[in-house]
Structure formats: structure tokens, C-alpha cells
């Protein structure tokens, strides 16, 4: 039942955070492409309007249209993605956009909220048992069914955003901690997969453990096939990556095997991380950044350039407003009286926190090189369009925070 009058108004706080984000890396932009005459800094200052107009868009629709729409949104997505592979513009070895003149569009942005949508939209229904085989599966289905185009573009970063956003979805969604553990074990299985001595020894506690619980003889028996399978086939798998795939994960283990090469990245974004110091080399002086020591600053590595040209004060005030905007929207996620606007602010959140999890974490060596930009901060013009229109949902589900339709 909806109750008339409880809008709460503008939410000044996040609408704050997200434009100070998004000025920091037009500076960060204007820093990284001044070699190119600030060409990137332009453009992406040209996004700006399109940006705030996708902002307004998700402030203003309903959240029942936006329910409604879930499954047809879902559906053009996974059209889209299989369109891009097809039609897509080839640059690189990869097919992840549809190229328009001057405009180029990646439909695997649209598809996070997509994916959202519907997975709130499934937890929400009162007759789904987030803890049932049935509704898991489903889940899963609707997960993997993106994510498996997406695999083929390739788009590893992207895909393993997807792969994120379901755990906290399901958590926010009542999952038990017993489910949870099930879900989970297969990461254990990667671990153990290179000894099959201990991959059989955690596949016989395993078992143990799920008869103790009593589980279904199904499920019991799926736990085991499943985890058994992740087990032997995570070692074929290396064969199945892409070189430059592999290549960023021994380096990653020890960027030194190639300092000159795949390595040089990382070696170089640590290098004006930390030569940056406490306050930075100041606007438009960082050497790292104006020698083009390191590539792609304007996109994967503009957390760099914040590191060398503003010090440890200016990364410190970034991660505060990351932290500020991520805990904002699982503040109201939980507080939220409508279910599916509740798992929609979560959902939001965990995109937000995984972006910059992964992207900070890779410019300062904790994780590979994966692509994943940085919200509000990187250069792309779909990028920052998917993230204000996430941003202007979210500020409209935070004013009907006390309606529960």
C-alpha cells in the first residue's frame, strides 16, 4: 500500500559526493591528456550534459516502471550483447561496442543495472524462497546467461562484475549463511585444484560436512559434482585464457618477470602512487604522468595520476567520497519499505564498491590488470552515462525511501 506525502526530498549528500567524483577526474583527465592537447578532458566534459540528462531520467521514473520493465530490459540487454559480437566495432581483438561516427556505445554498462532489475525483481517476489534450489538456479541462469556473451567479447573485468553482483543481491535477500557456504565452496575448489590430494581430502569434508546438514540427497549430491568439476577443470582452464590474459596474472604474481612489457603497468602506476607523497607533486606535475611513463591514464589508471599530482591527501579524499556514496546507498538500501527498491540500492552499491575495489587495488599492484575504470573518475562516455543514470535511480529510490510501492 502506498502512502501519499512521504517523499523525502533530494538526497544532498550523495548528489555532492557524485559531483565532486566527477570534477576530480576532469582534472585528473585534464592532467593525463595534456599531451593530446586536452582532447579527452573535452570530450569528456561534453559528456557531462548527456550525463546529467540520464541523472534527471532515473530520478523521475517511477520505481514500479522500472519493475515492470525488468524483464524486457533484461531482454534487450542480452539482445544487445549478442548484437555486439556480431556487429560490433573489432578494435583490439575485442567486441564490446557499437560504433556510431564519433559516439561508440558498450552495451554490457547497460546490462549491470539490467541485471539489477531483474535479480531484485526476482528476490522481491514474496512467493520466491531466496534459500530454495529453484529460485538459486534461477538466479544463476539469469547471471550467467550476460555473462557468458560478455566472456566472449572478451570483457573479463566486466564479466567478474556481473559475477559480484549476485552474492550481495542474495545476501541483502535473506540468503541463509548454510546457502551461502554452498555458493562459496567452489572458490575453495580453485584453491585445492592443483593438488589432487587436496582437492579429494576437501571434496571428502565436503561431504561430511553437507551430510551433517542434513542437506537434500540432490543438493547434497550437486554440492560435490559441482565443486568436483571446479576442481579438475580450473587447471585445463589456463589453456583457455587469452595471452595477454595470462601474461596480466604472472605479472600480477611478480610484475618483474617482464618490467619492460606486461609488468610495466603496474611497476609504473606504484611509482607515481608513491612518488606523489603526502600533499603531490601538484596540478599538471606529476613527471610519471606528463613523461607518458604510464599509459592509459585517462582511463584505467587515472587513480595514478590523483596519487602522484595530489599525494596521499588527494587519494584519501577520493576513497572518502567512494566511501561516502557506497555507504549511503546500503544505508538506504536496508531502510527502504519496498523490497524491490531495497535490493535495487544494493545492487547499485555493489557495482560501485567492485569498480573501485578492483581499479584502485590493480594501480597499486593488489590486483591484475583487468580494464575496470574508475566511476565518475575514468574517461568514457558510456561509462559515465551508466553511472549517472545509476546514481539518478538510486536518488529516486532514496526520496520514496518511506513508500512502500
Known amino acids: 500500500m502506498s502512502r501519499s506525502g512521504t517523499s523525502s526530498g533530494l538526497n544532498l549528500w550523495l548528489l555532492l559526493a557524485v559531483a565532486a567524483l566527477y570534477g576530480l577526474g576532469l582534472l585528473g583527465i585534464w592532467s593525463a591528456s595534456a599531451g593530446q592537447e586536452h582532447f579527452y578532458f573535452y570530450r569528456q566534459l561534453l559528456w557531462g550534459a548527456p550525463a546529467l540528462v540520464a541523472l534527471l531520467v532515473g530520478y523521475l521514473i517511477p520505481a514500479r516502471i522500472f519493475l515492470g520493465l525488468a524483464w524486457i530490459t533484461y531482454g534487450l540487454t542480452l539482445l544487445l550483447l549478442l548484437l555486439v559480437l556480431l556487429f560490433g566495432d573489432g578494435t583490439a581483438g575485442a567486441s564490446r561496442w557499437f560504433d556510431f561516427g564519433n559516439i561508440r556505445f558498450q552495451p554490457s554498462e547497460l546490462g549491470k543495472l539490467a541485471l539489477v532489475f531483474i535479480l531484485a525483481r526476482l528476490l522481491a517476489d514474496q512467493q520466491q524462497n531466496v534459500n530454495s534450489l529453484r529460485t538459486l538456479l534461477i538466479s544463476f541462469t539469469l547471471t550467467a546467461l550476460p555473462l557468458a556473451l560478455i566472456m566472449l567479447e572478451p570483457d ?40 589432487k590430494v587436496l582437492l579429494v581430502i576437501y571434496l571428502l569434508a565436503l561431504l561430511l560436512f553437507s551430510f551433517k546438514q542434513r542437506l537434500s540427497a540432490l543438493l547434497l549430491g550437486g554440492i560435490v559434482l559441482v565443486n568436483g568439476l571446479v576442481g579438475m577443470l580450473v587447471p585445463h582452464l589456463w589453456n583457455l585464457l587469452h595471452d595477454y590474459q595470462k601474461v596480466r596474472l604472472l605479472t600480477f604474481i611478480n610484475p618483474k618477470l617482464d618490467p619492460l612489457g606486461a609488468g610495466y603497468q603496474i611497476i609504473q602506476s606504484k611509482t607515481a602512487i608513491g612518488s606523489g607523497g603526502l600533499f603531490g607533486k601538484g596540478f599538471g606535475g606529476g613527471t610519471q604522468v606528463q613523461l607518458d611513463f604510464l599509459p592509459t591514464t585517462h582511463t584505467d589508471f587515472i587513480f595514478s595520476v590523483i596519487g602522484e599530482e595530489f599525494g596521499f591527501v588527494g587519494a584519501l579524499v577520493v576513497l572518502a567520497l567512494f566511501a561516502l556514496v557506497t555507504l549511503l546507498l546500503i544505508h538506504y538500501g536496508f531502510r527502504h519499505r519496498n523490497r524491490f ?37 575514468s574517461y568514457g562516455g558510456s561509462f559515465l552515462l551508466s553511472n549517472f543514470f545509476m546514481v539518478g535511480v538510486a536518488l529516486n529510490f532514496i526520496r520514496h525511501r518511506r513508500e512502500y510501492t
Open 156 to 195: 573479463l573485468g566486466t564479466a567478474l562484475t556481473y559475477i559480484f553482483l549476485l552474492l550481495p543481491l542474495l545476501i541483502a535477500g535473506g540468503i541463509s549463511g548454510l546457502m551461502l557456504f554452498v555458493i562459496i565452496s567452489p572458490l575453495l575448489a580453485v584453491l585445492f585444484s592443483f593438488s
Open 341 to 377: 527498491s531495497s535490493l535495487t540500492l544494493i545492487g547499485i552499491a555493489a557495482i560501485m564498491f567492485f569498480h573501485v575495489l578492483v581499479n584502485i587495488g590493480m594501480t597499486i599492484g593488489l590486483f591484475p590488470v583487468t580494464g575496470l575504470p574508475l566511476p565518475f573518475l
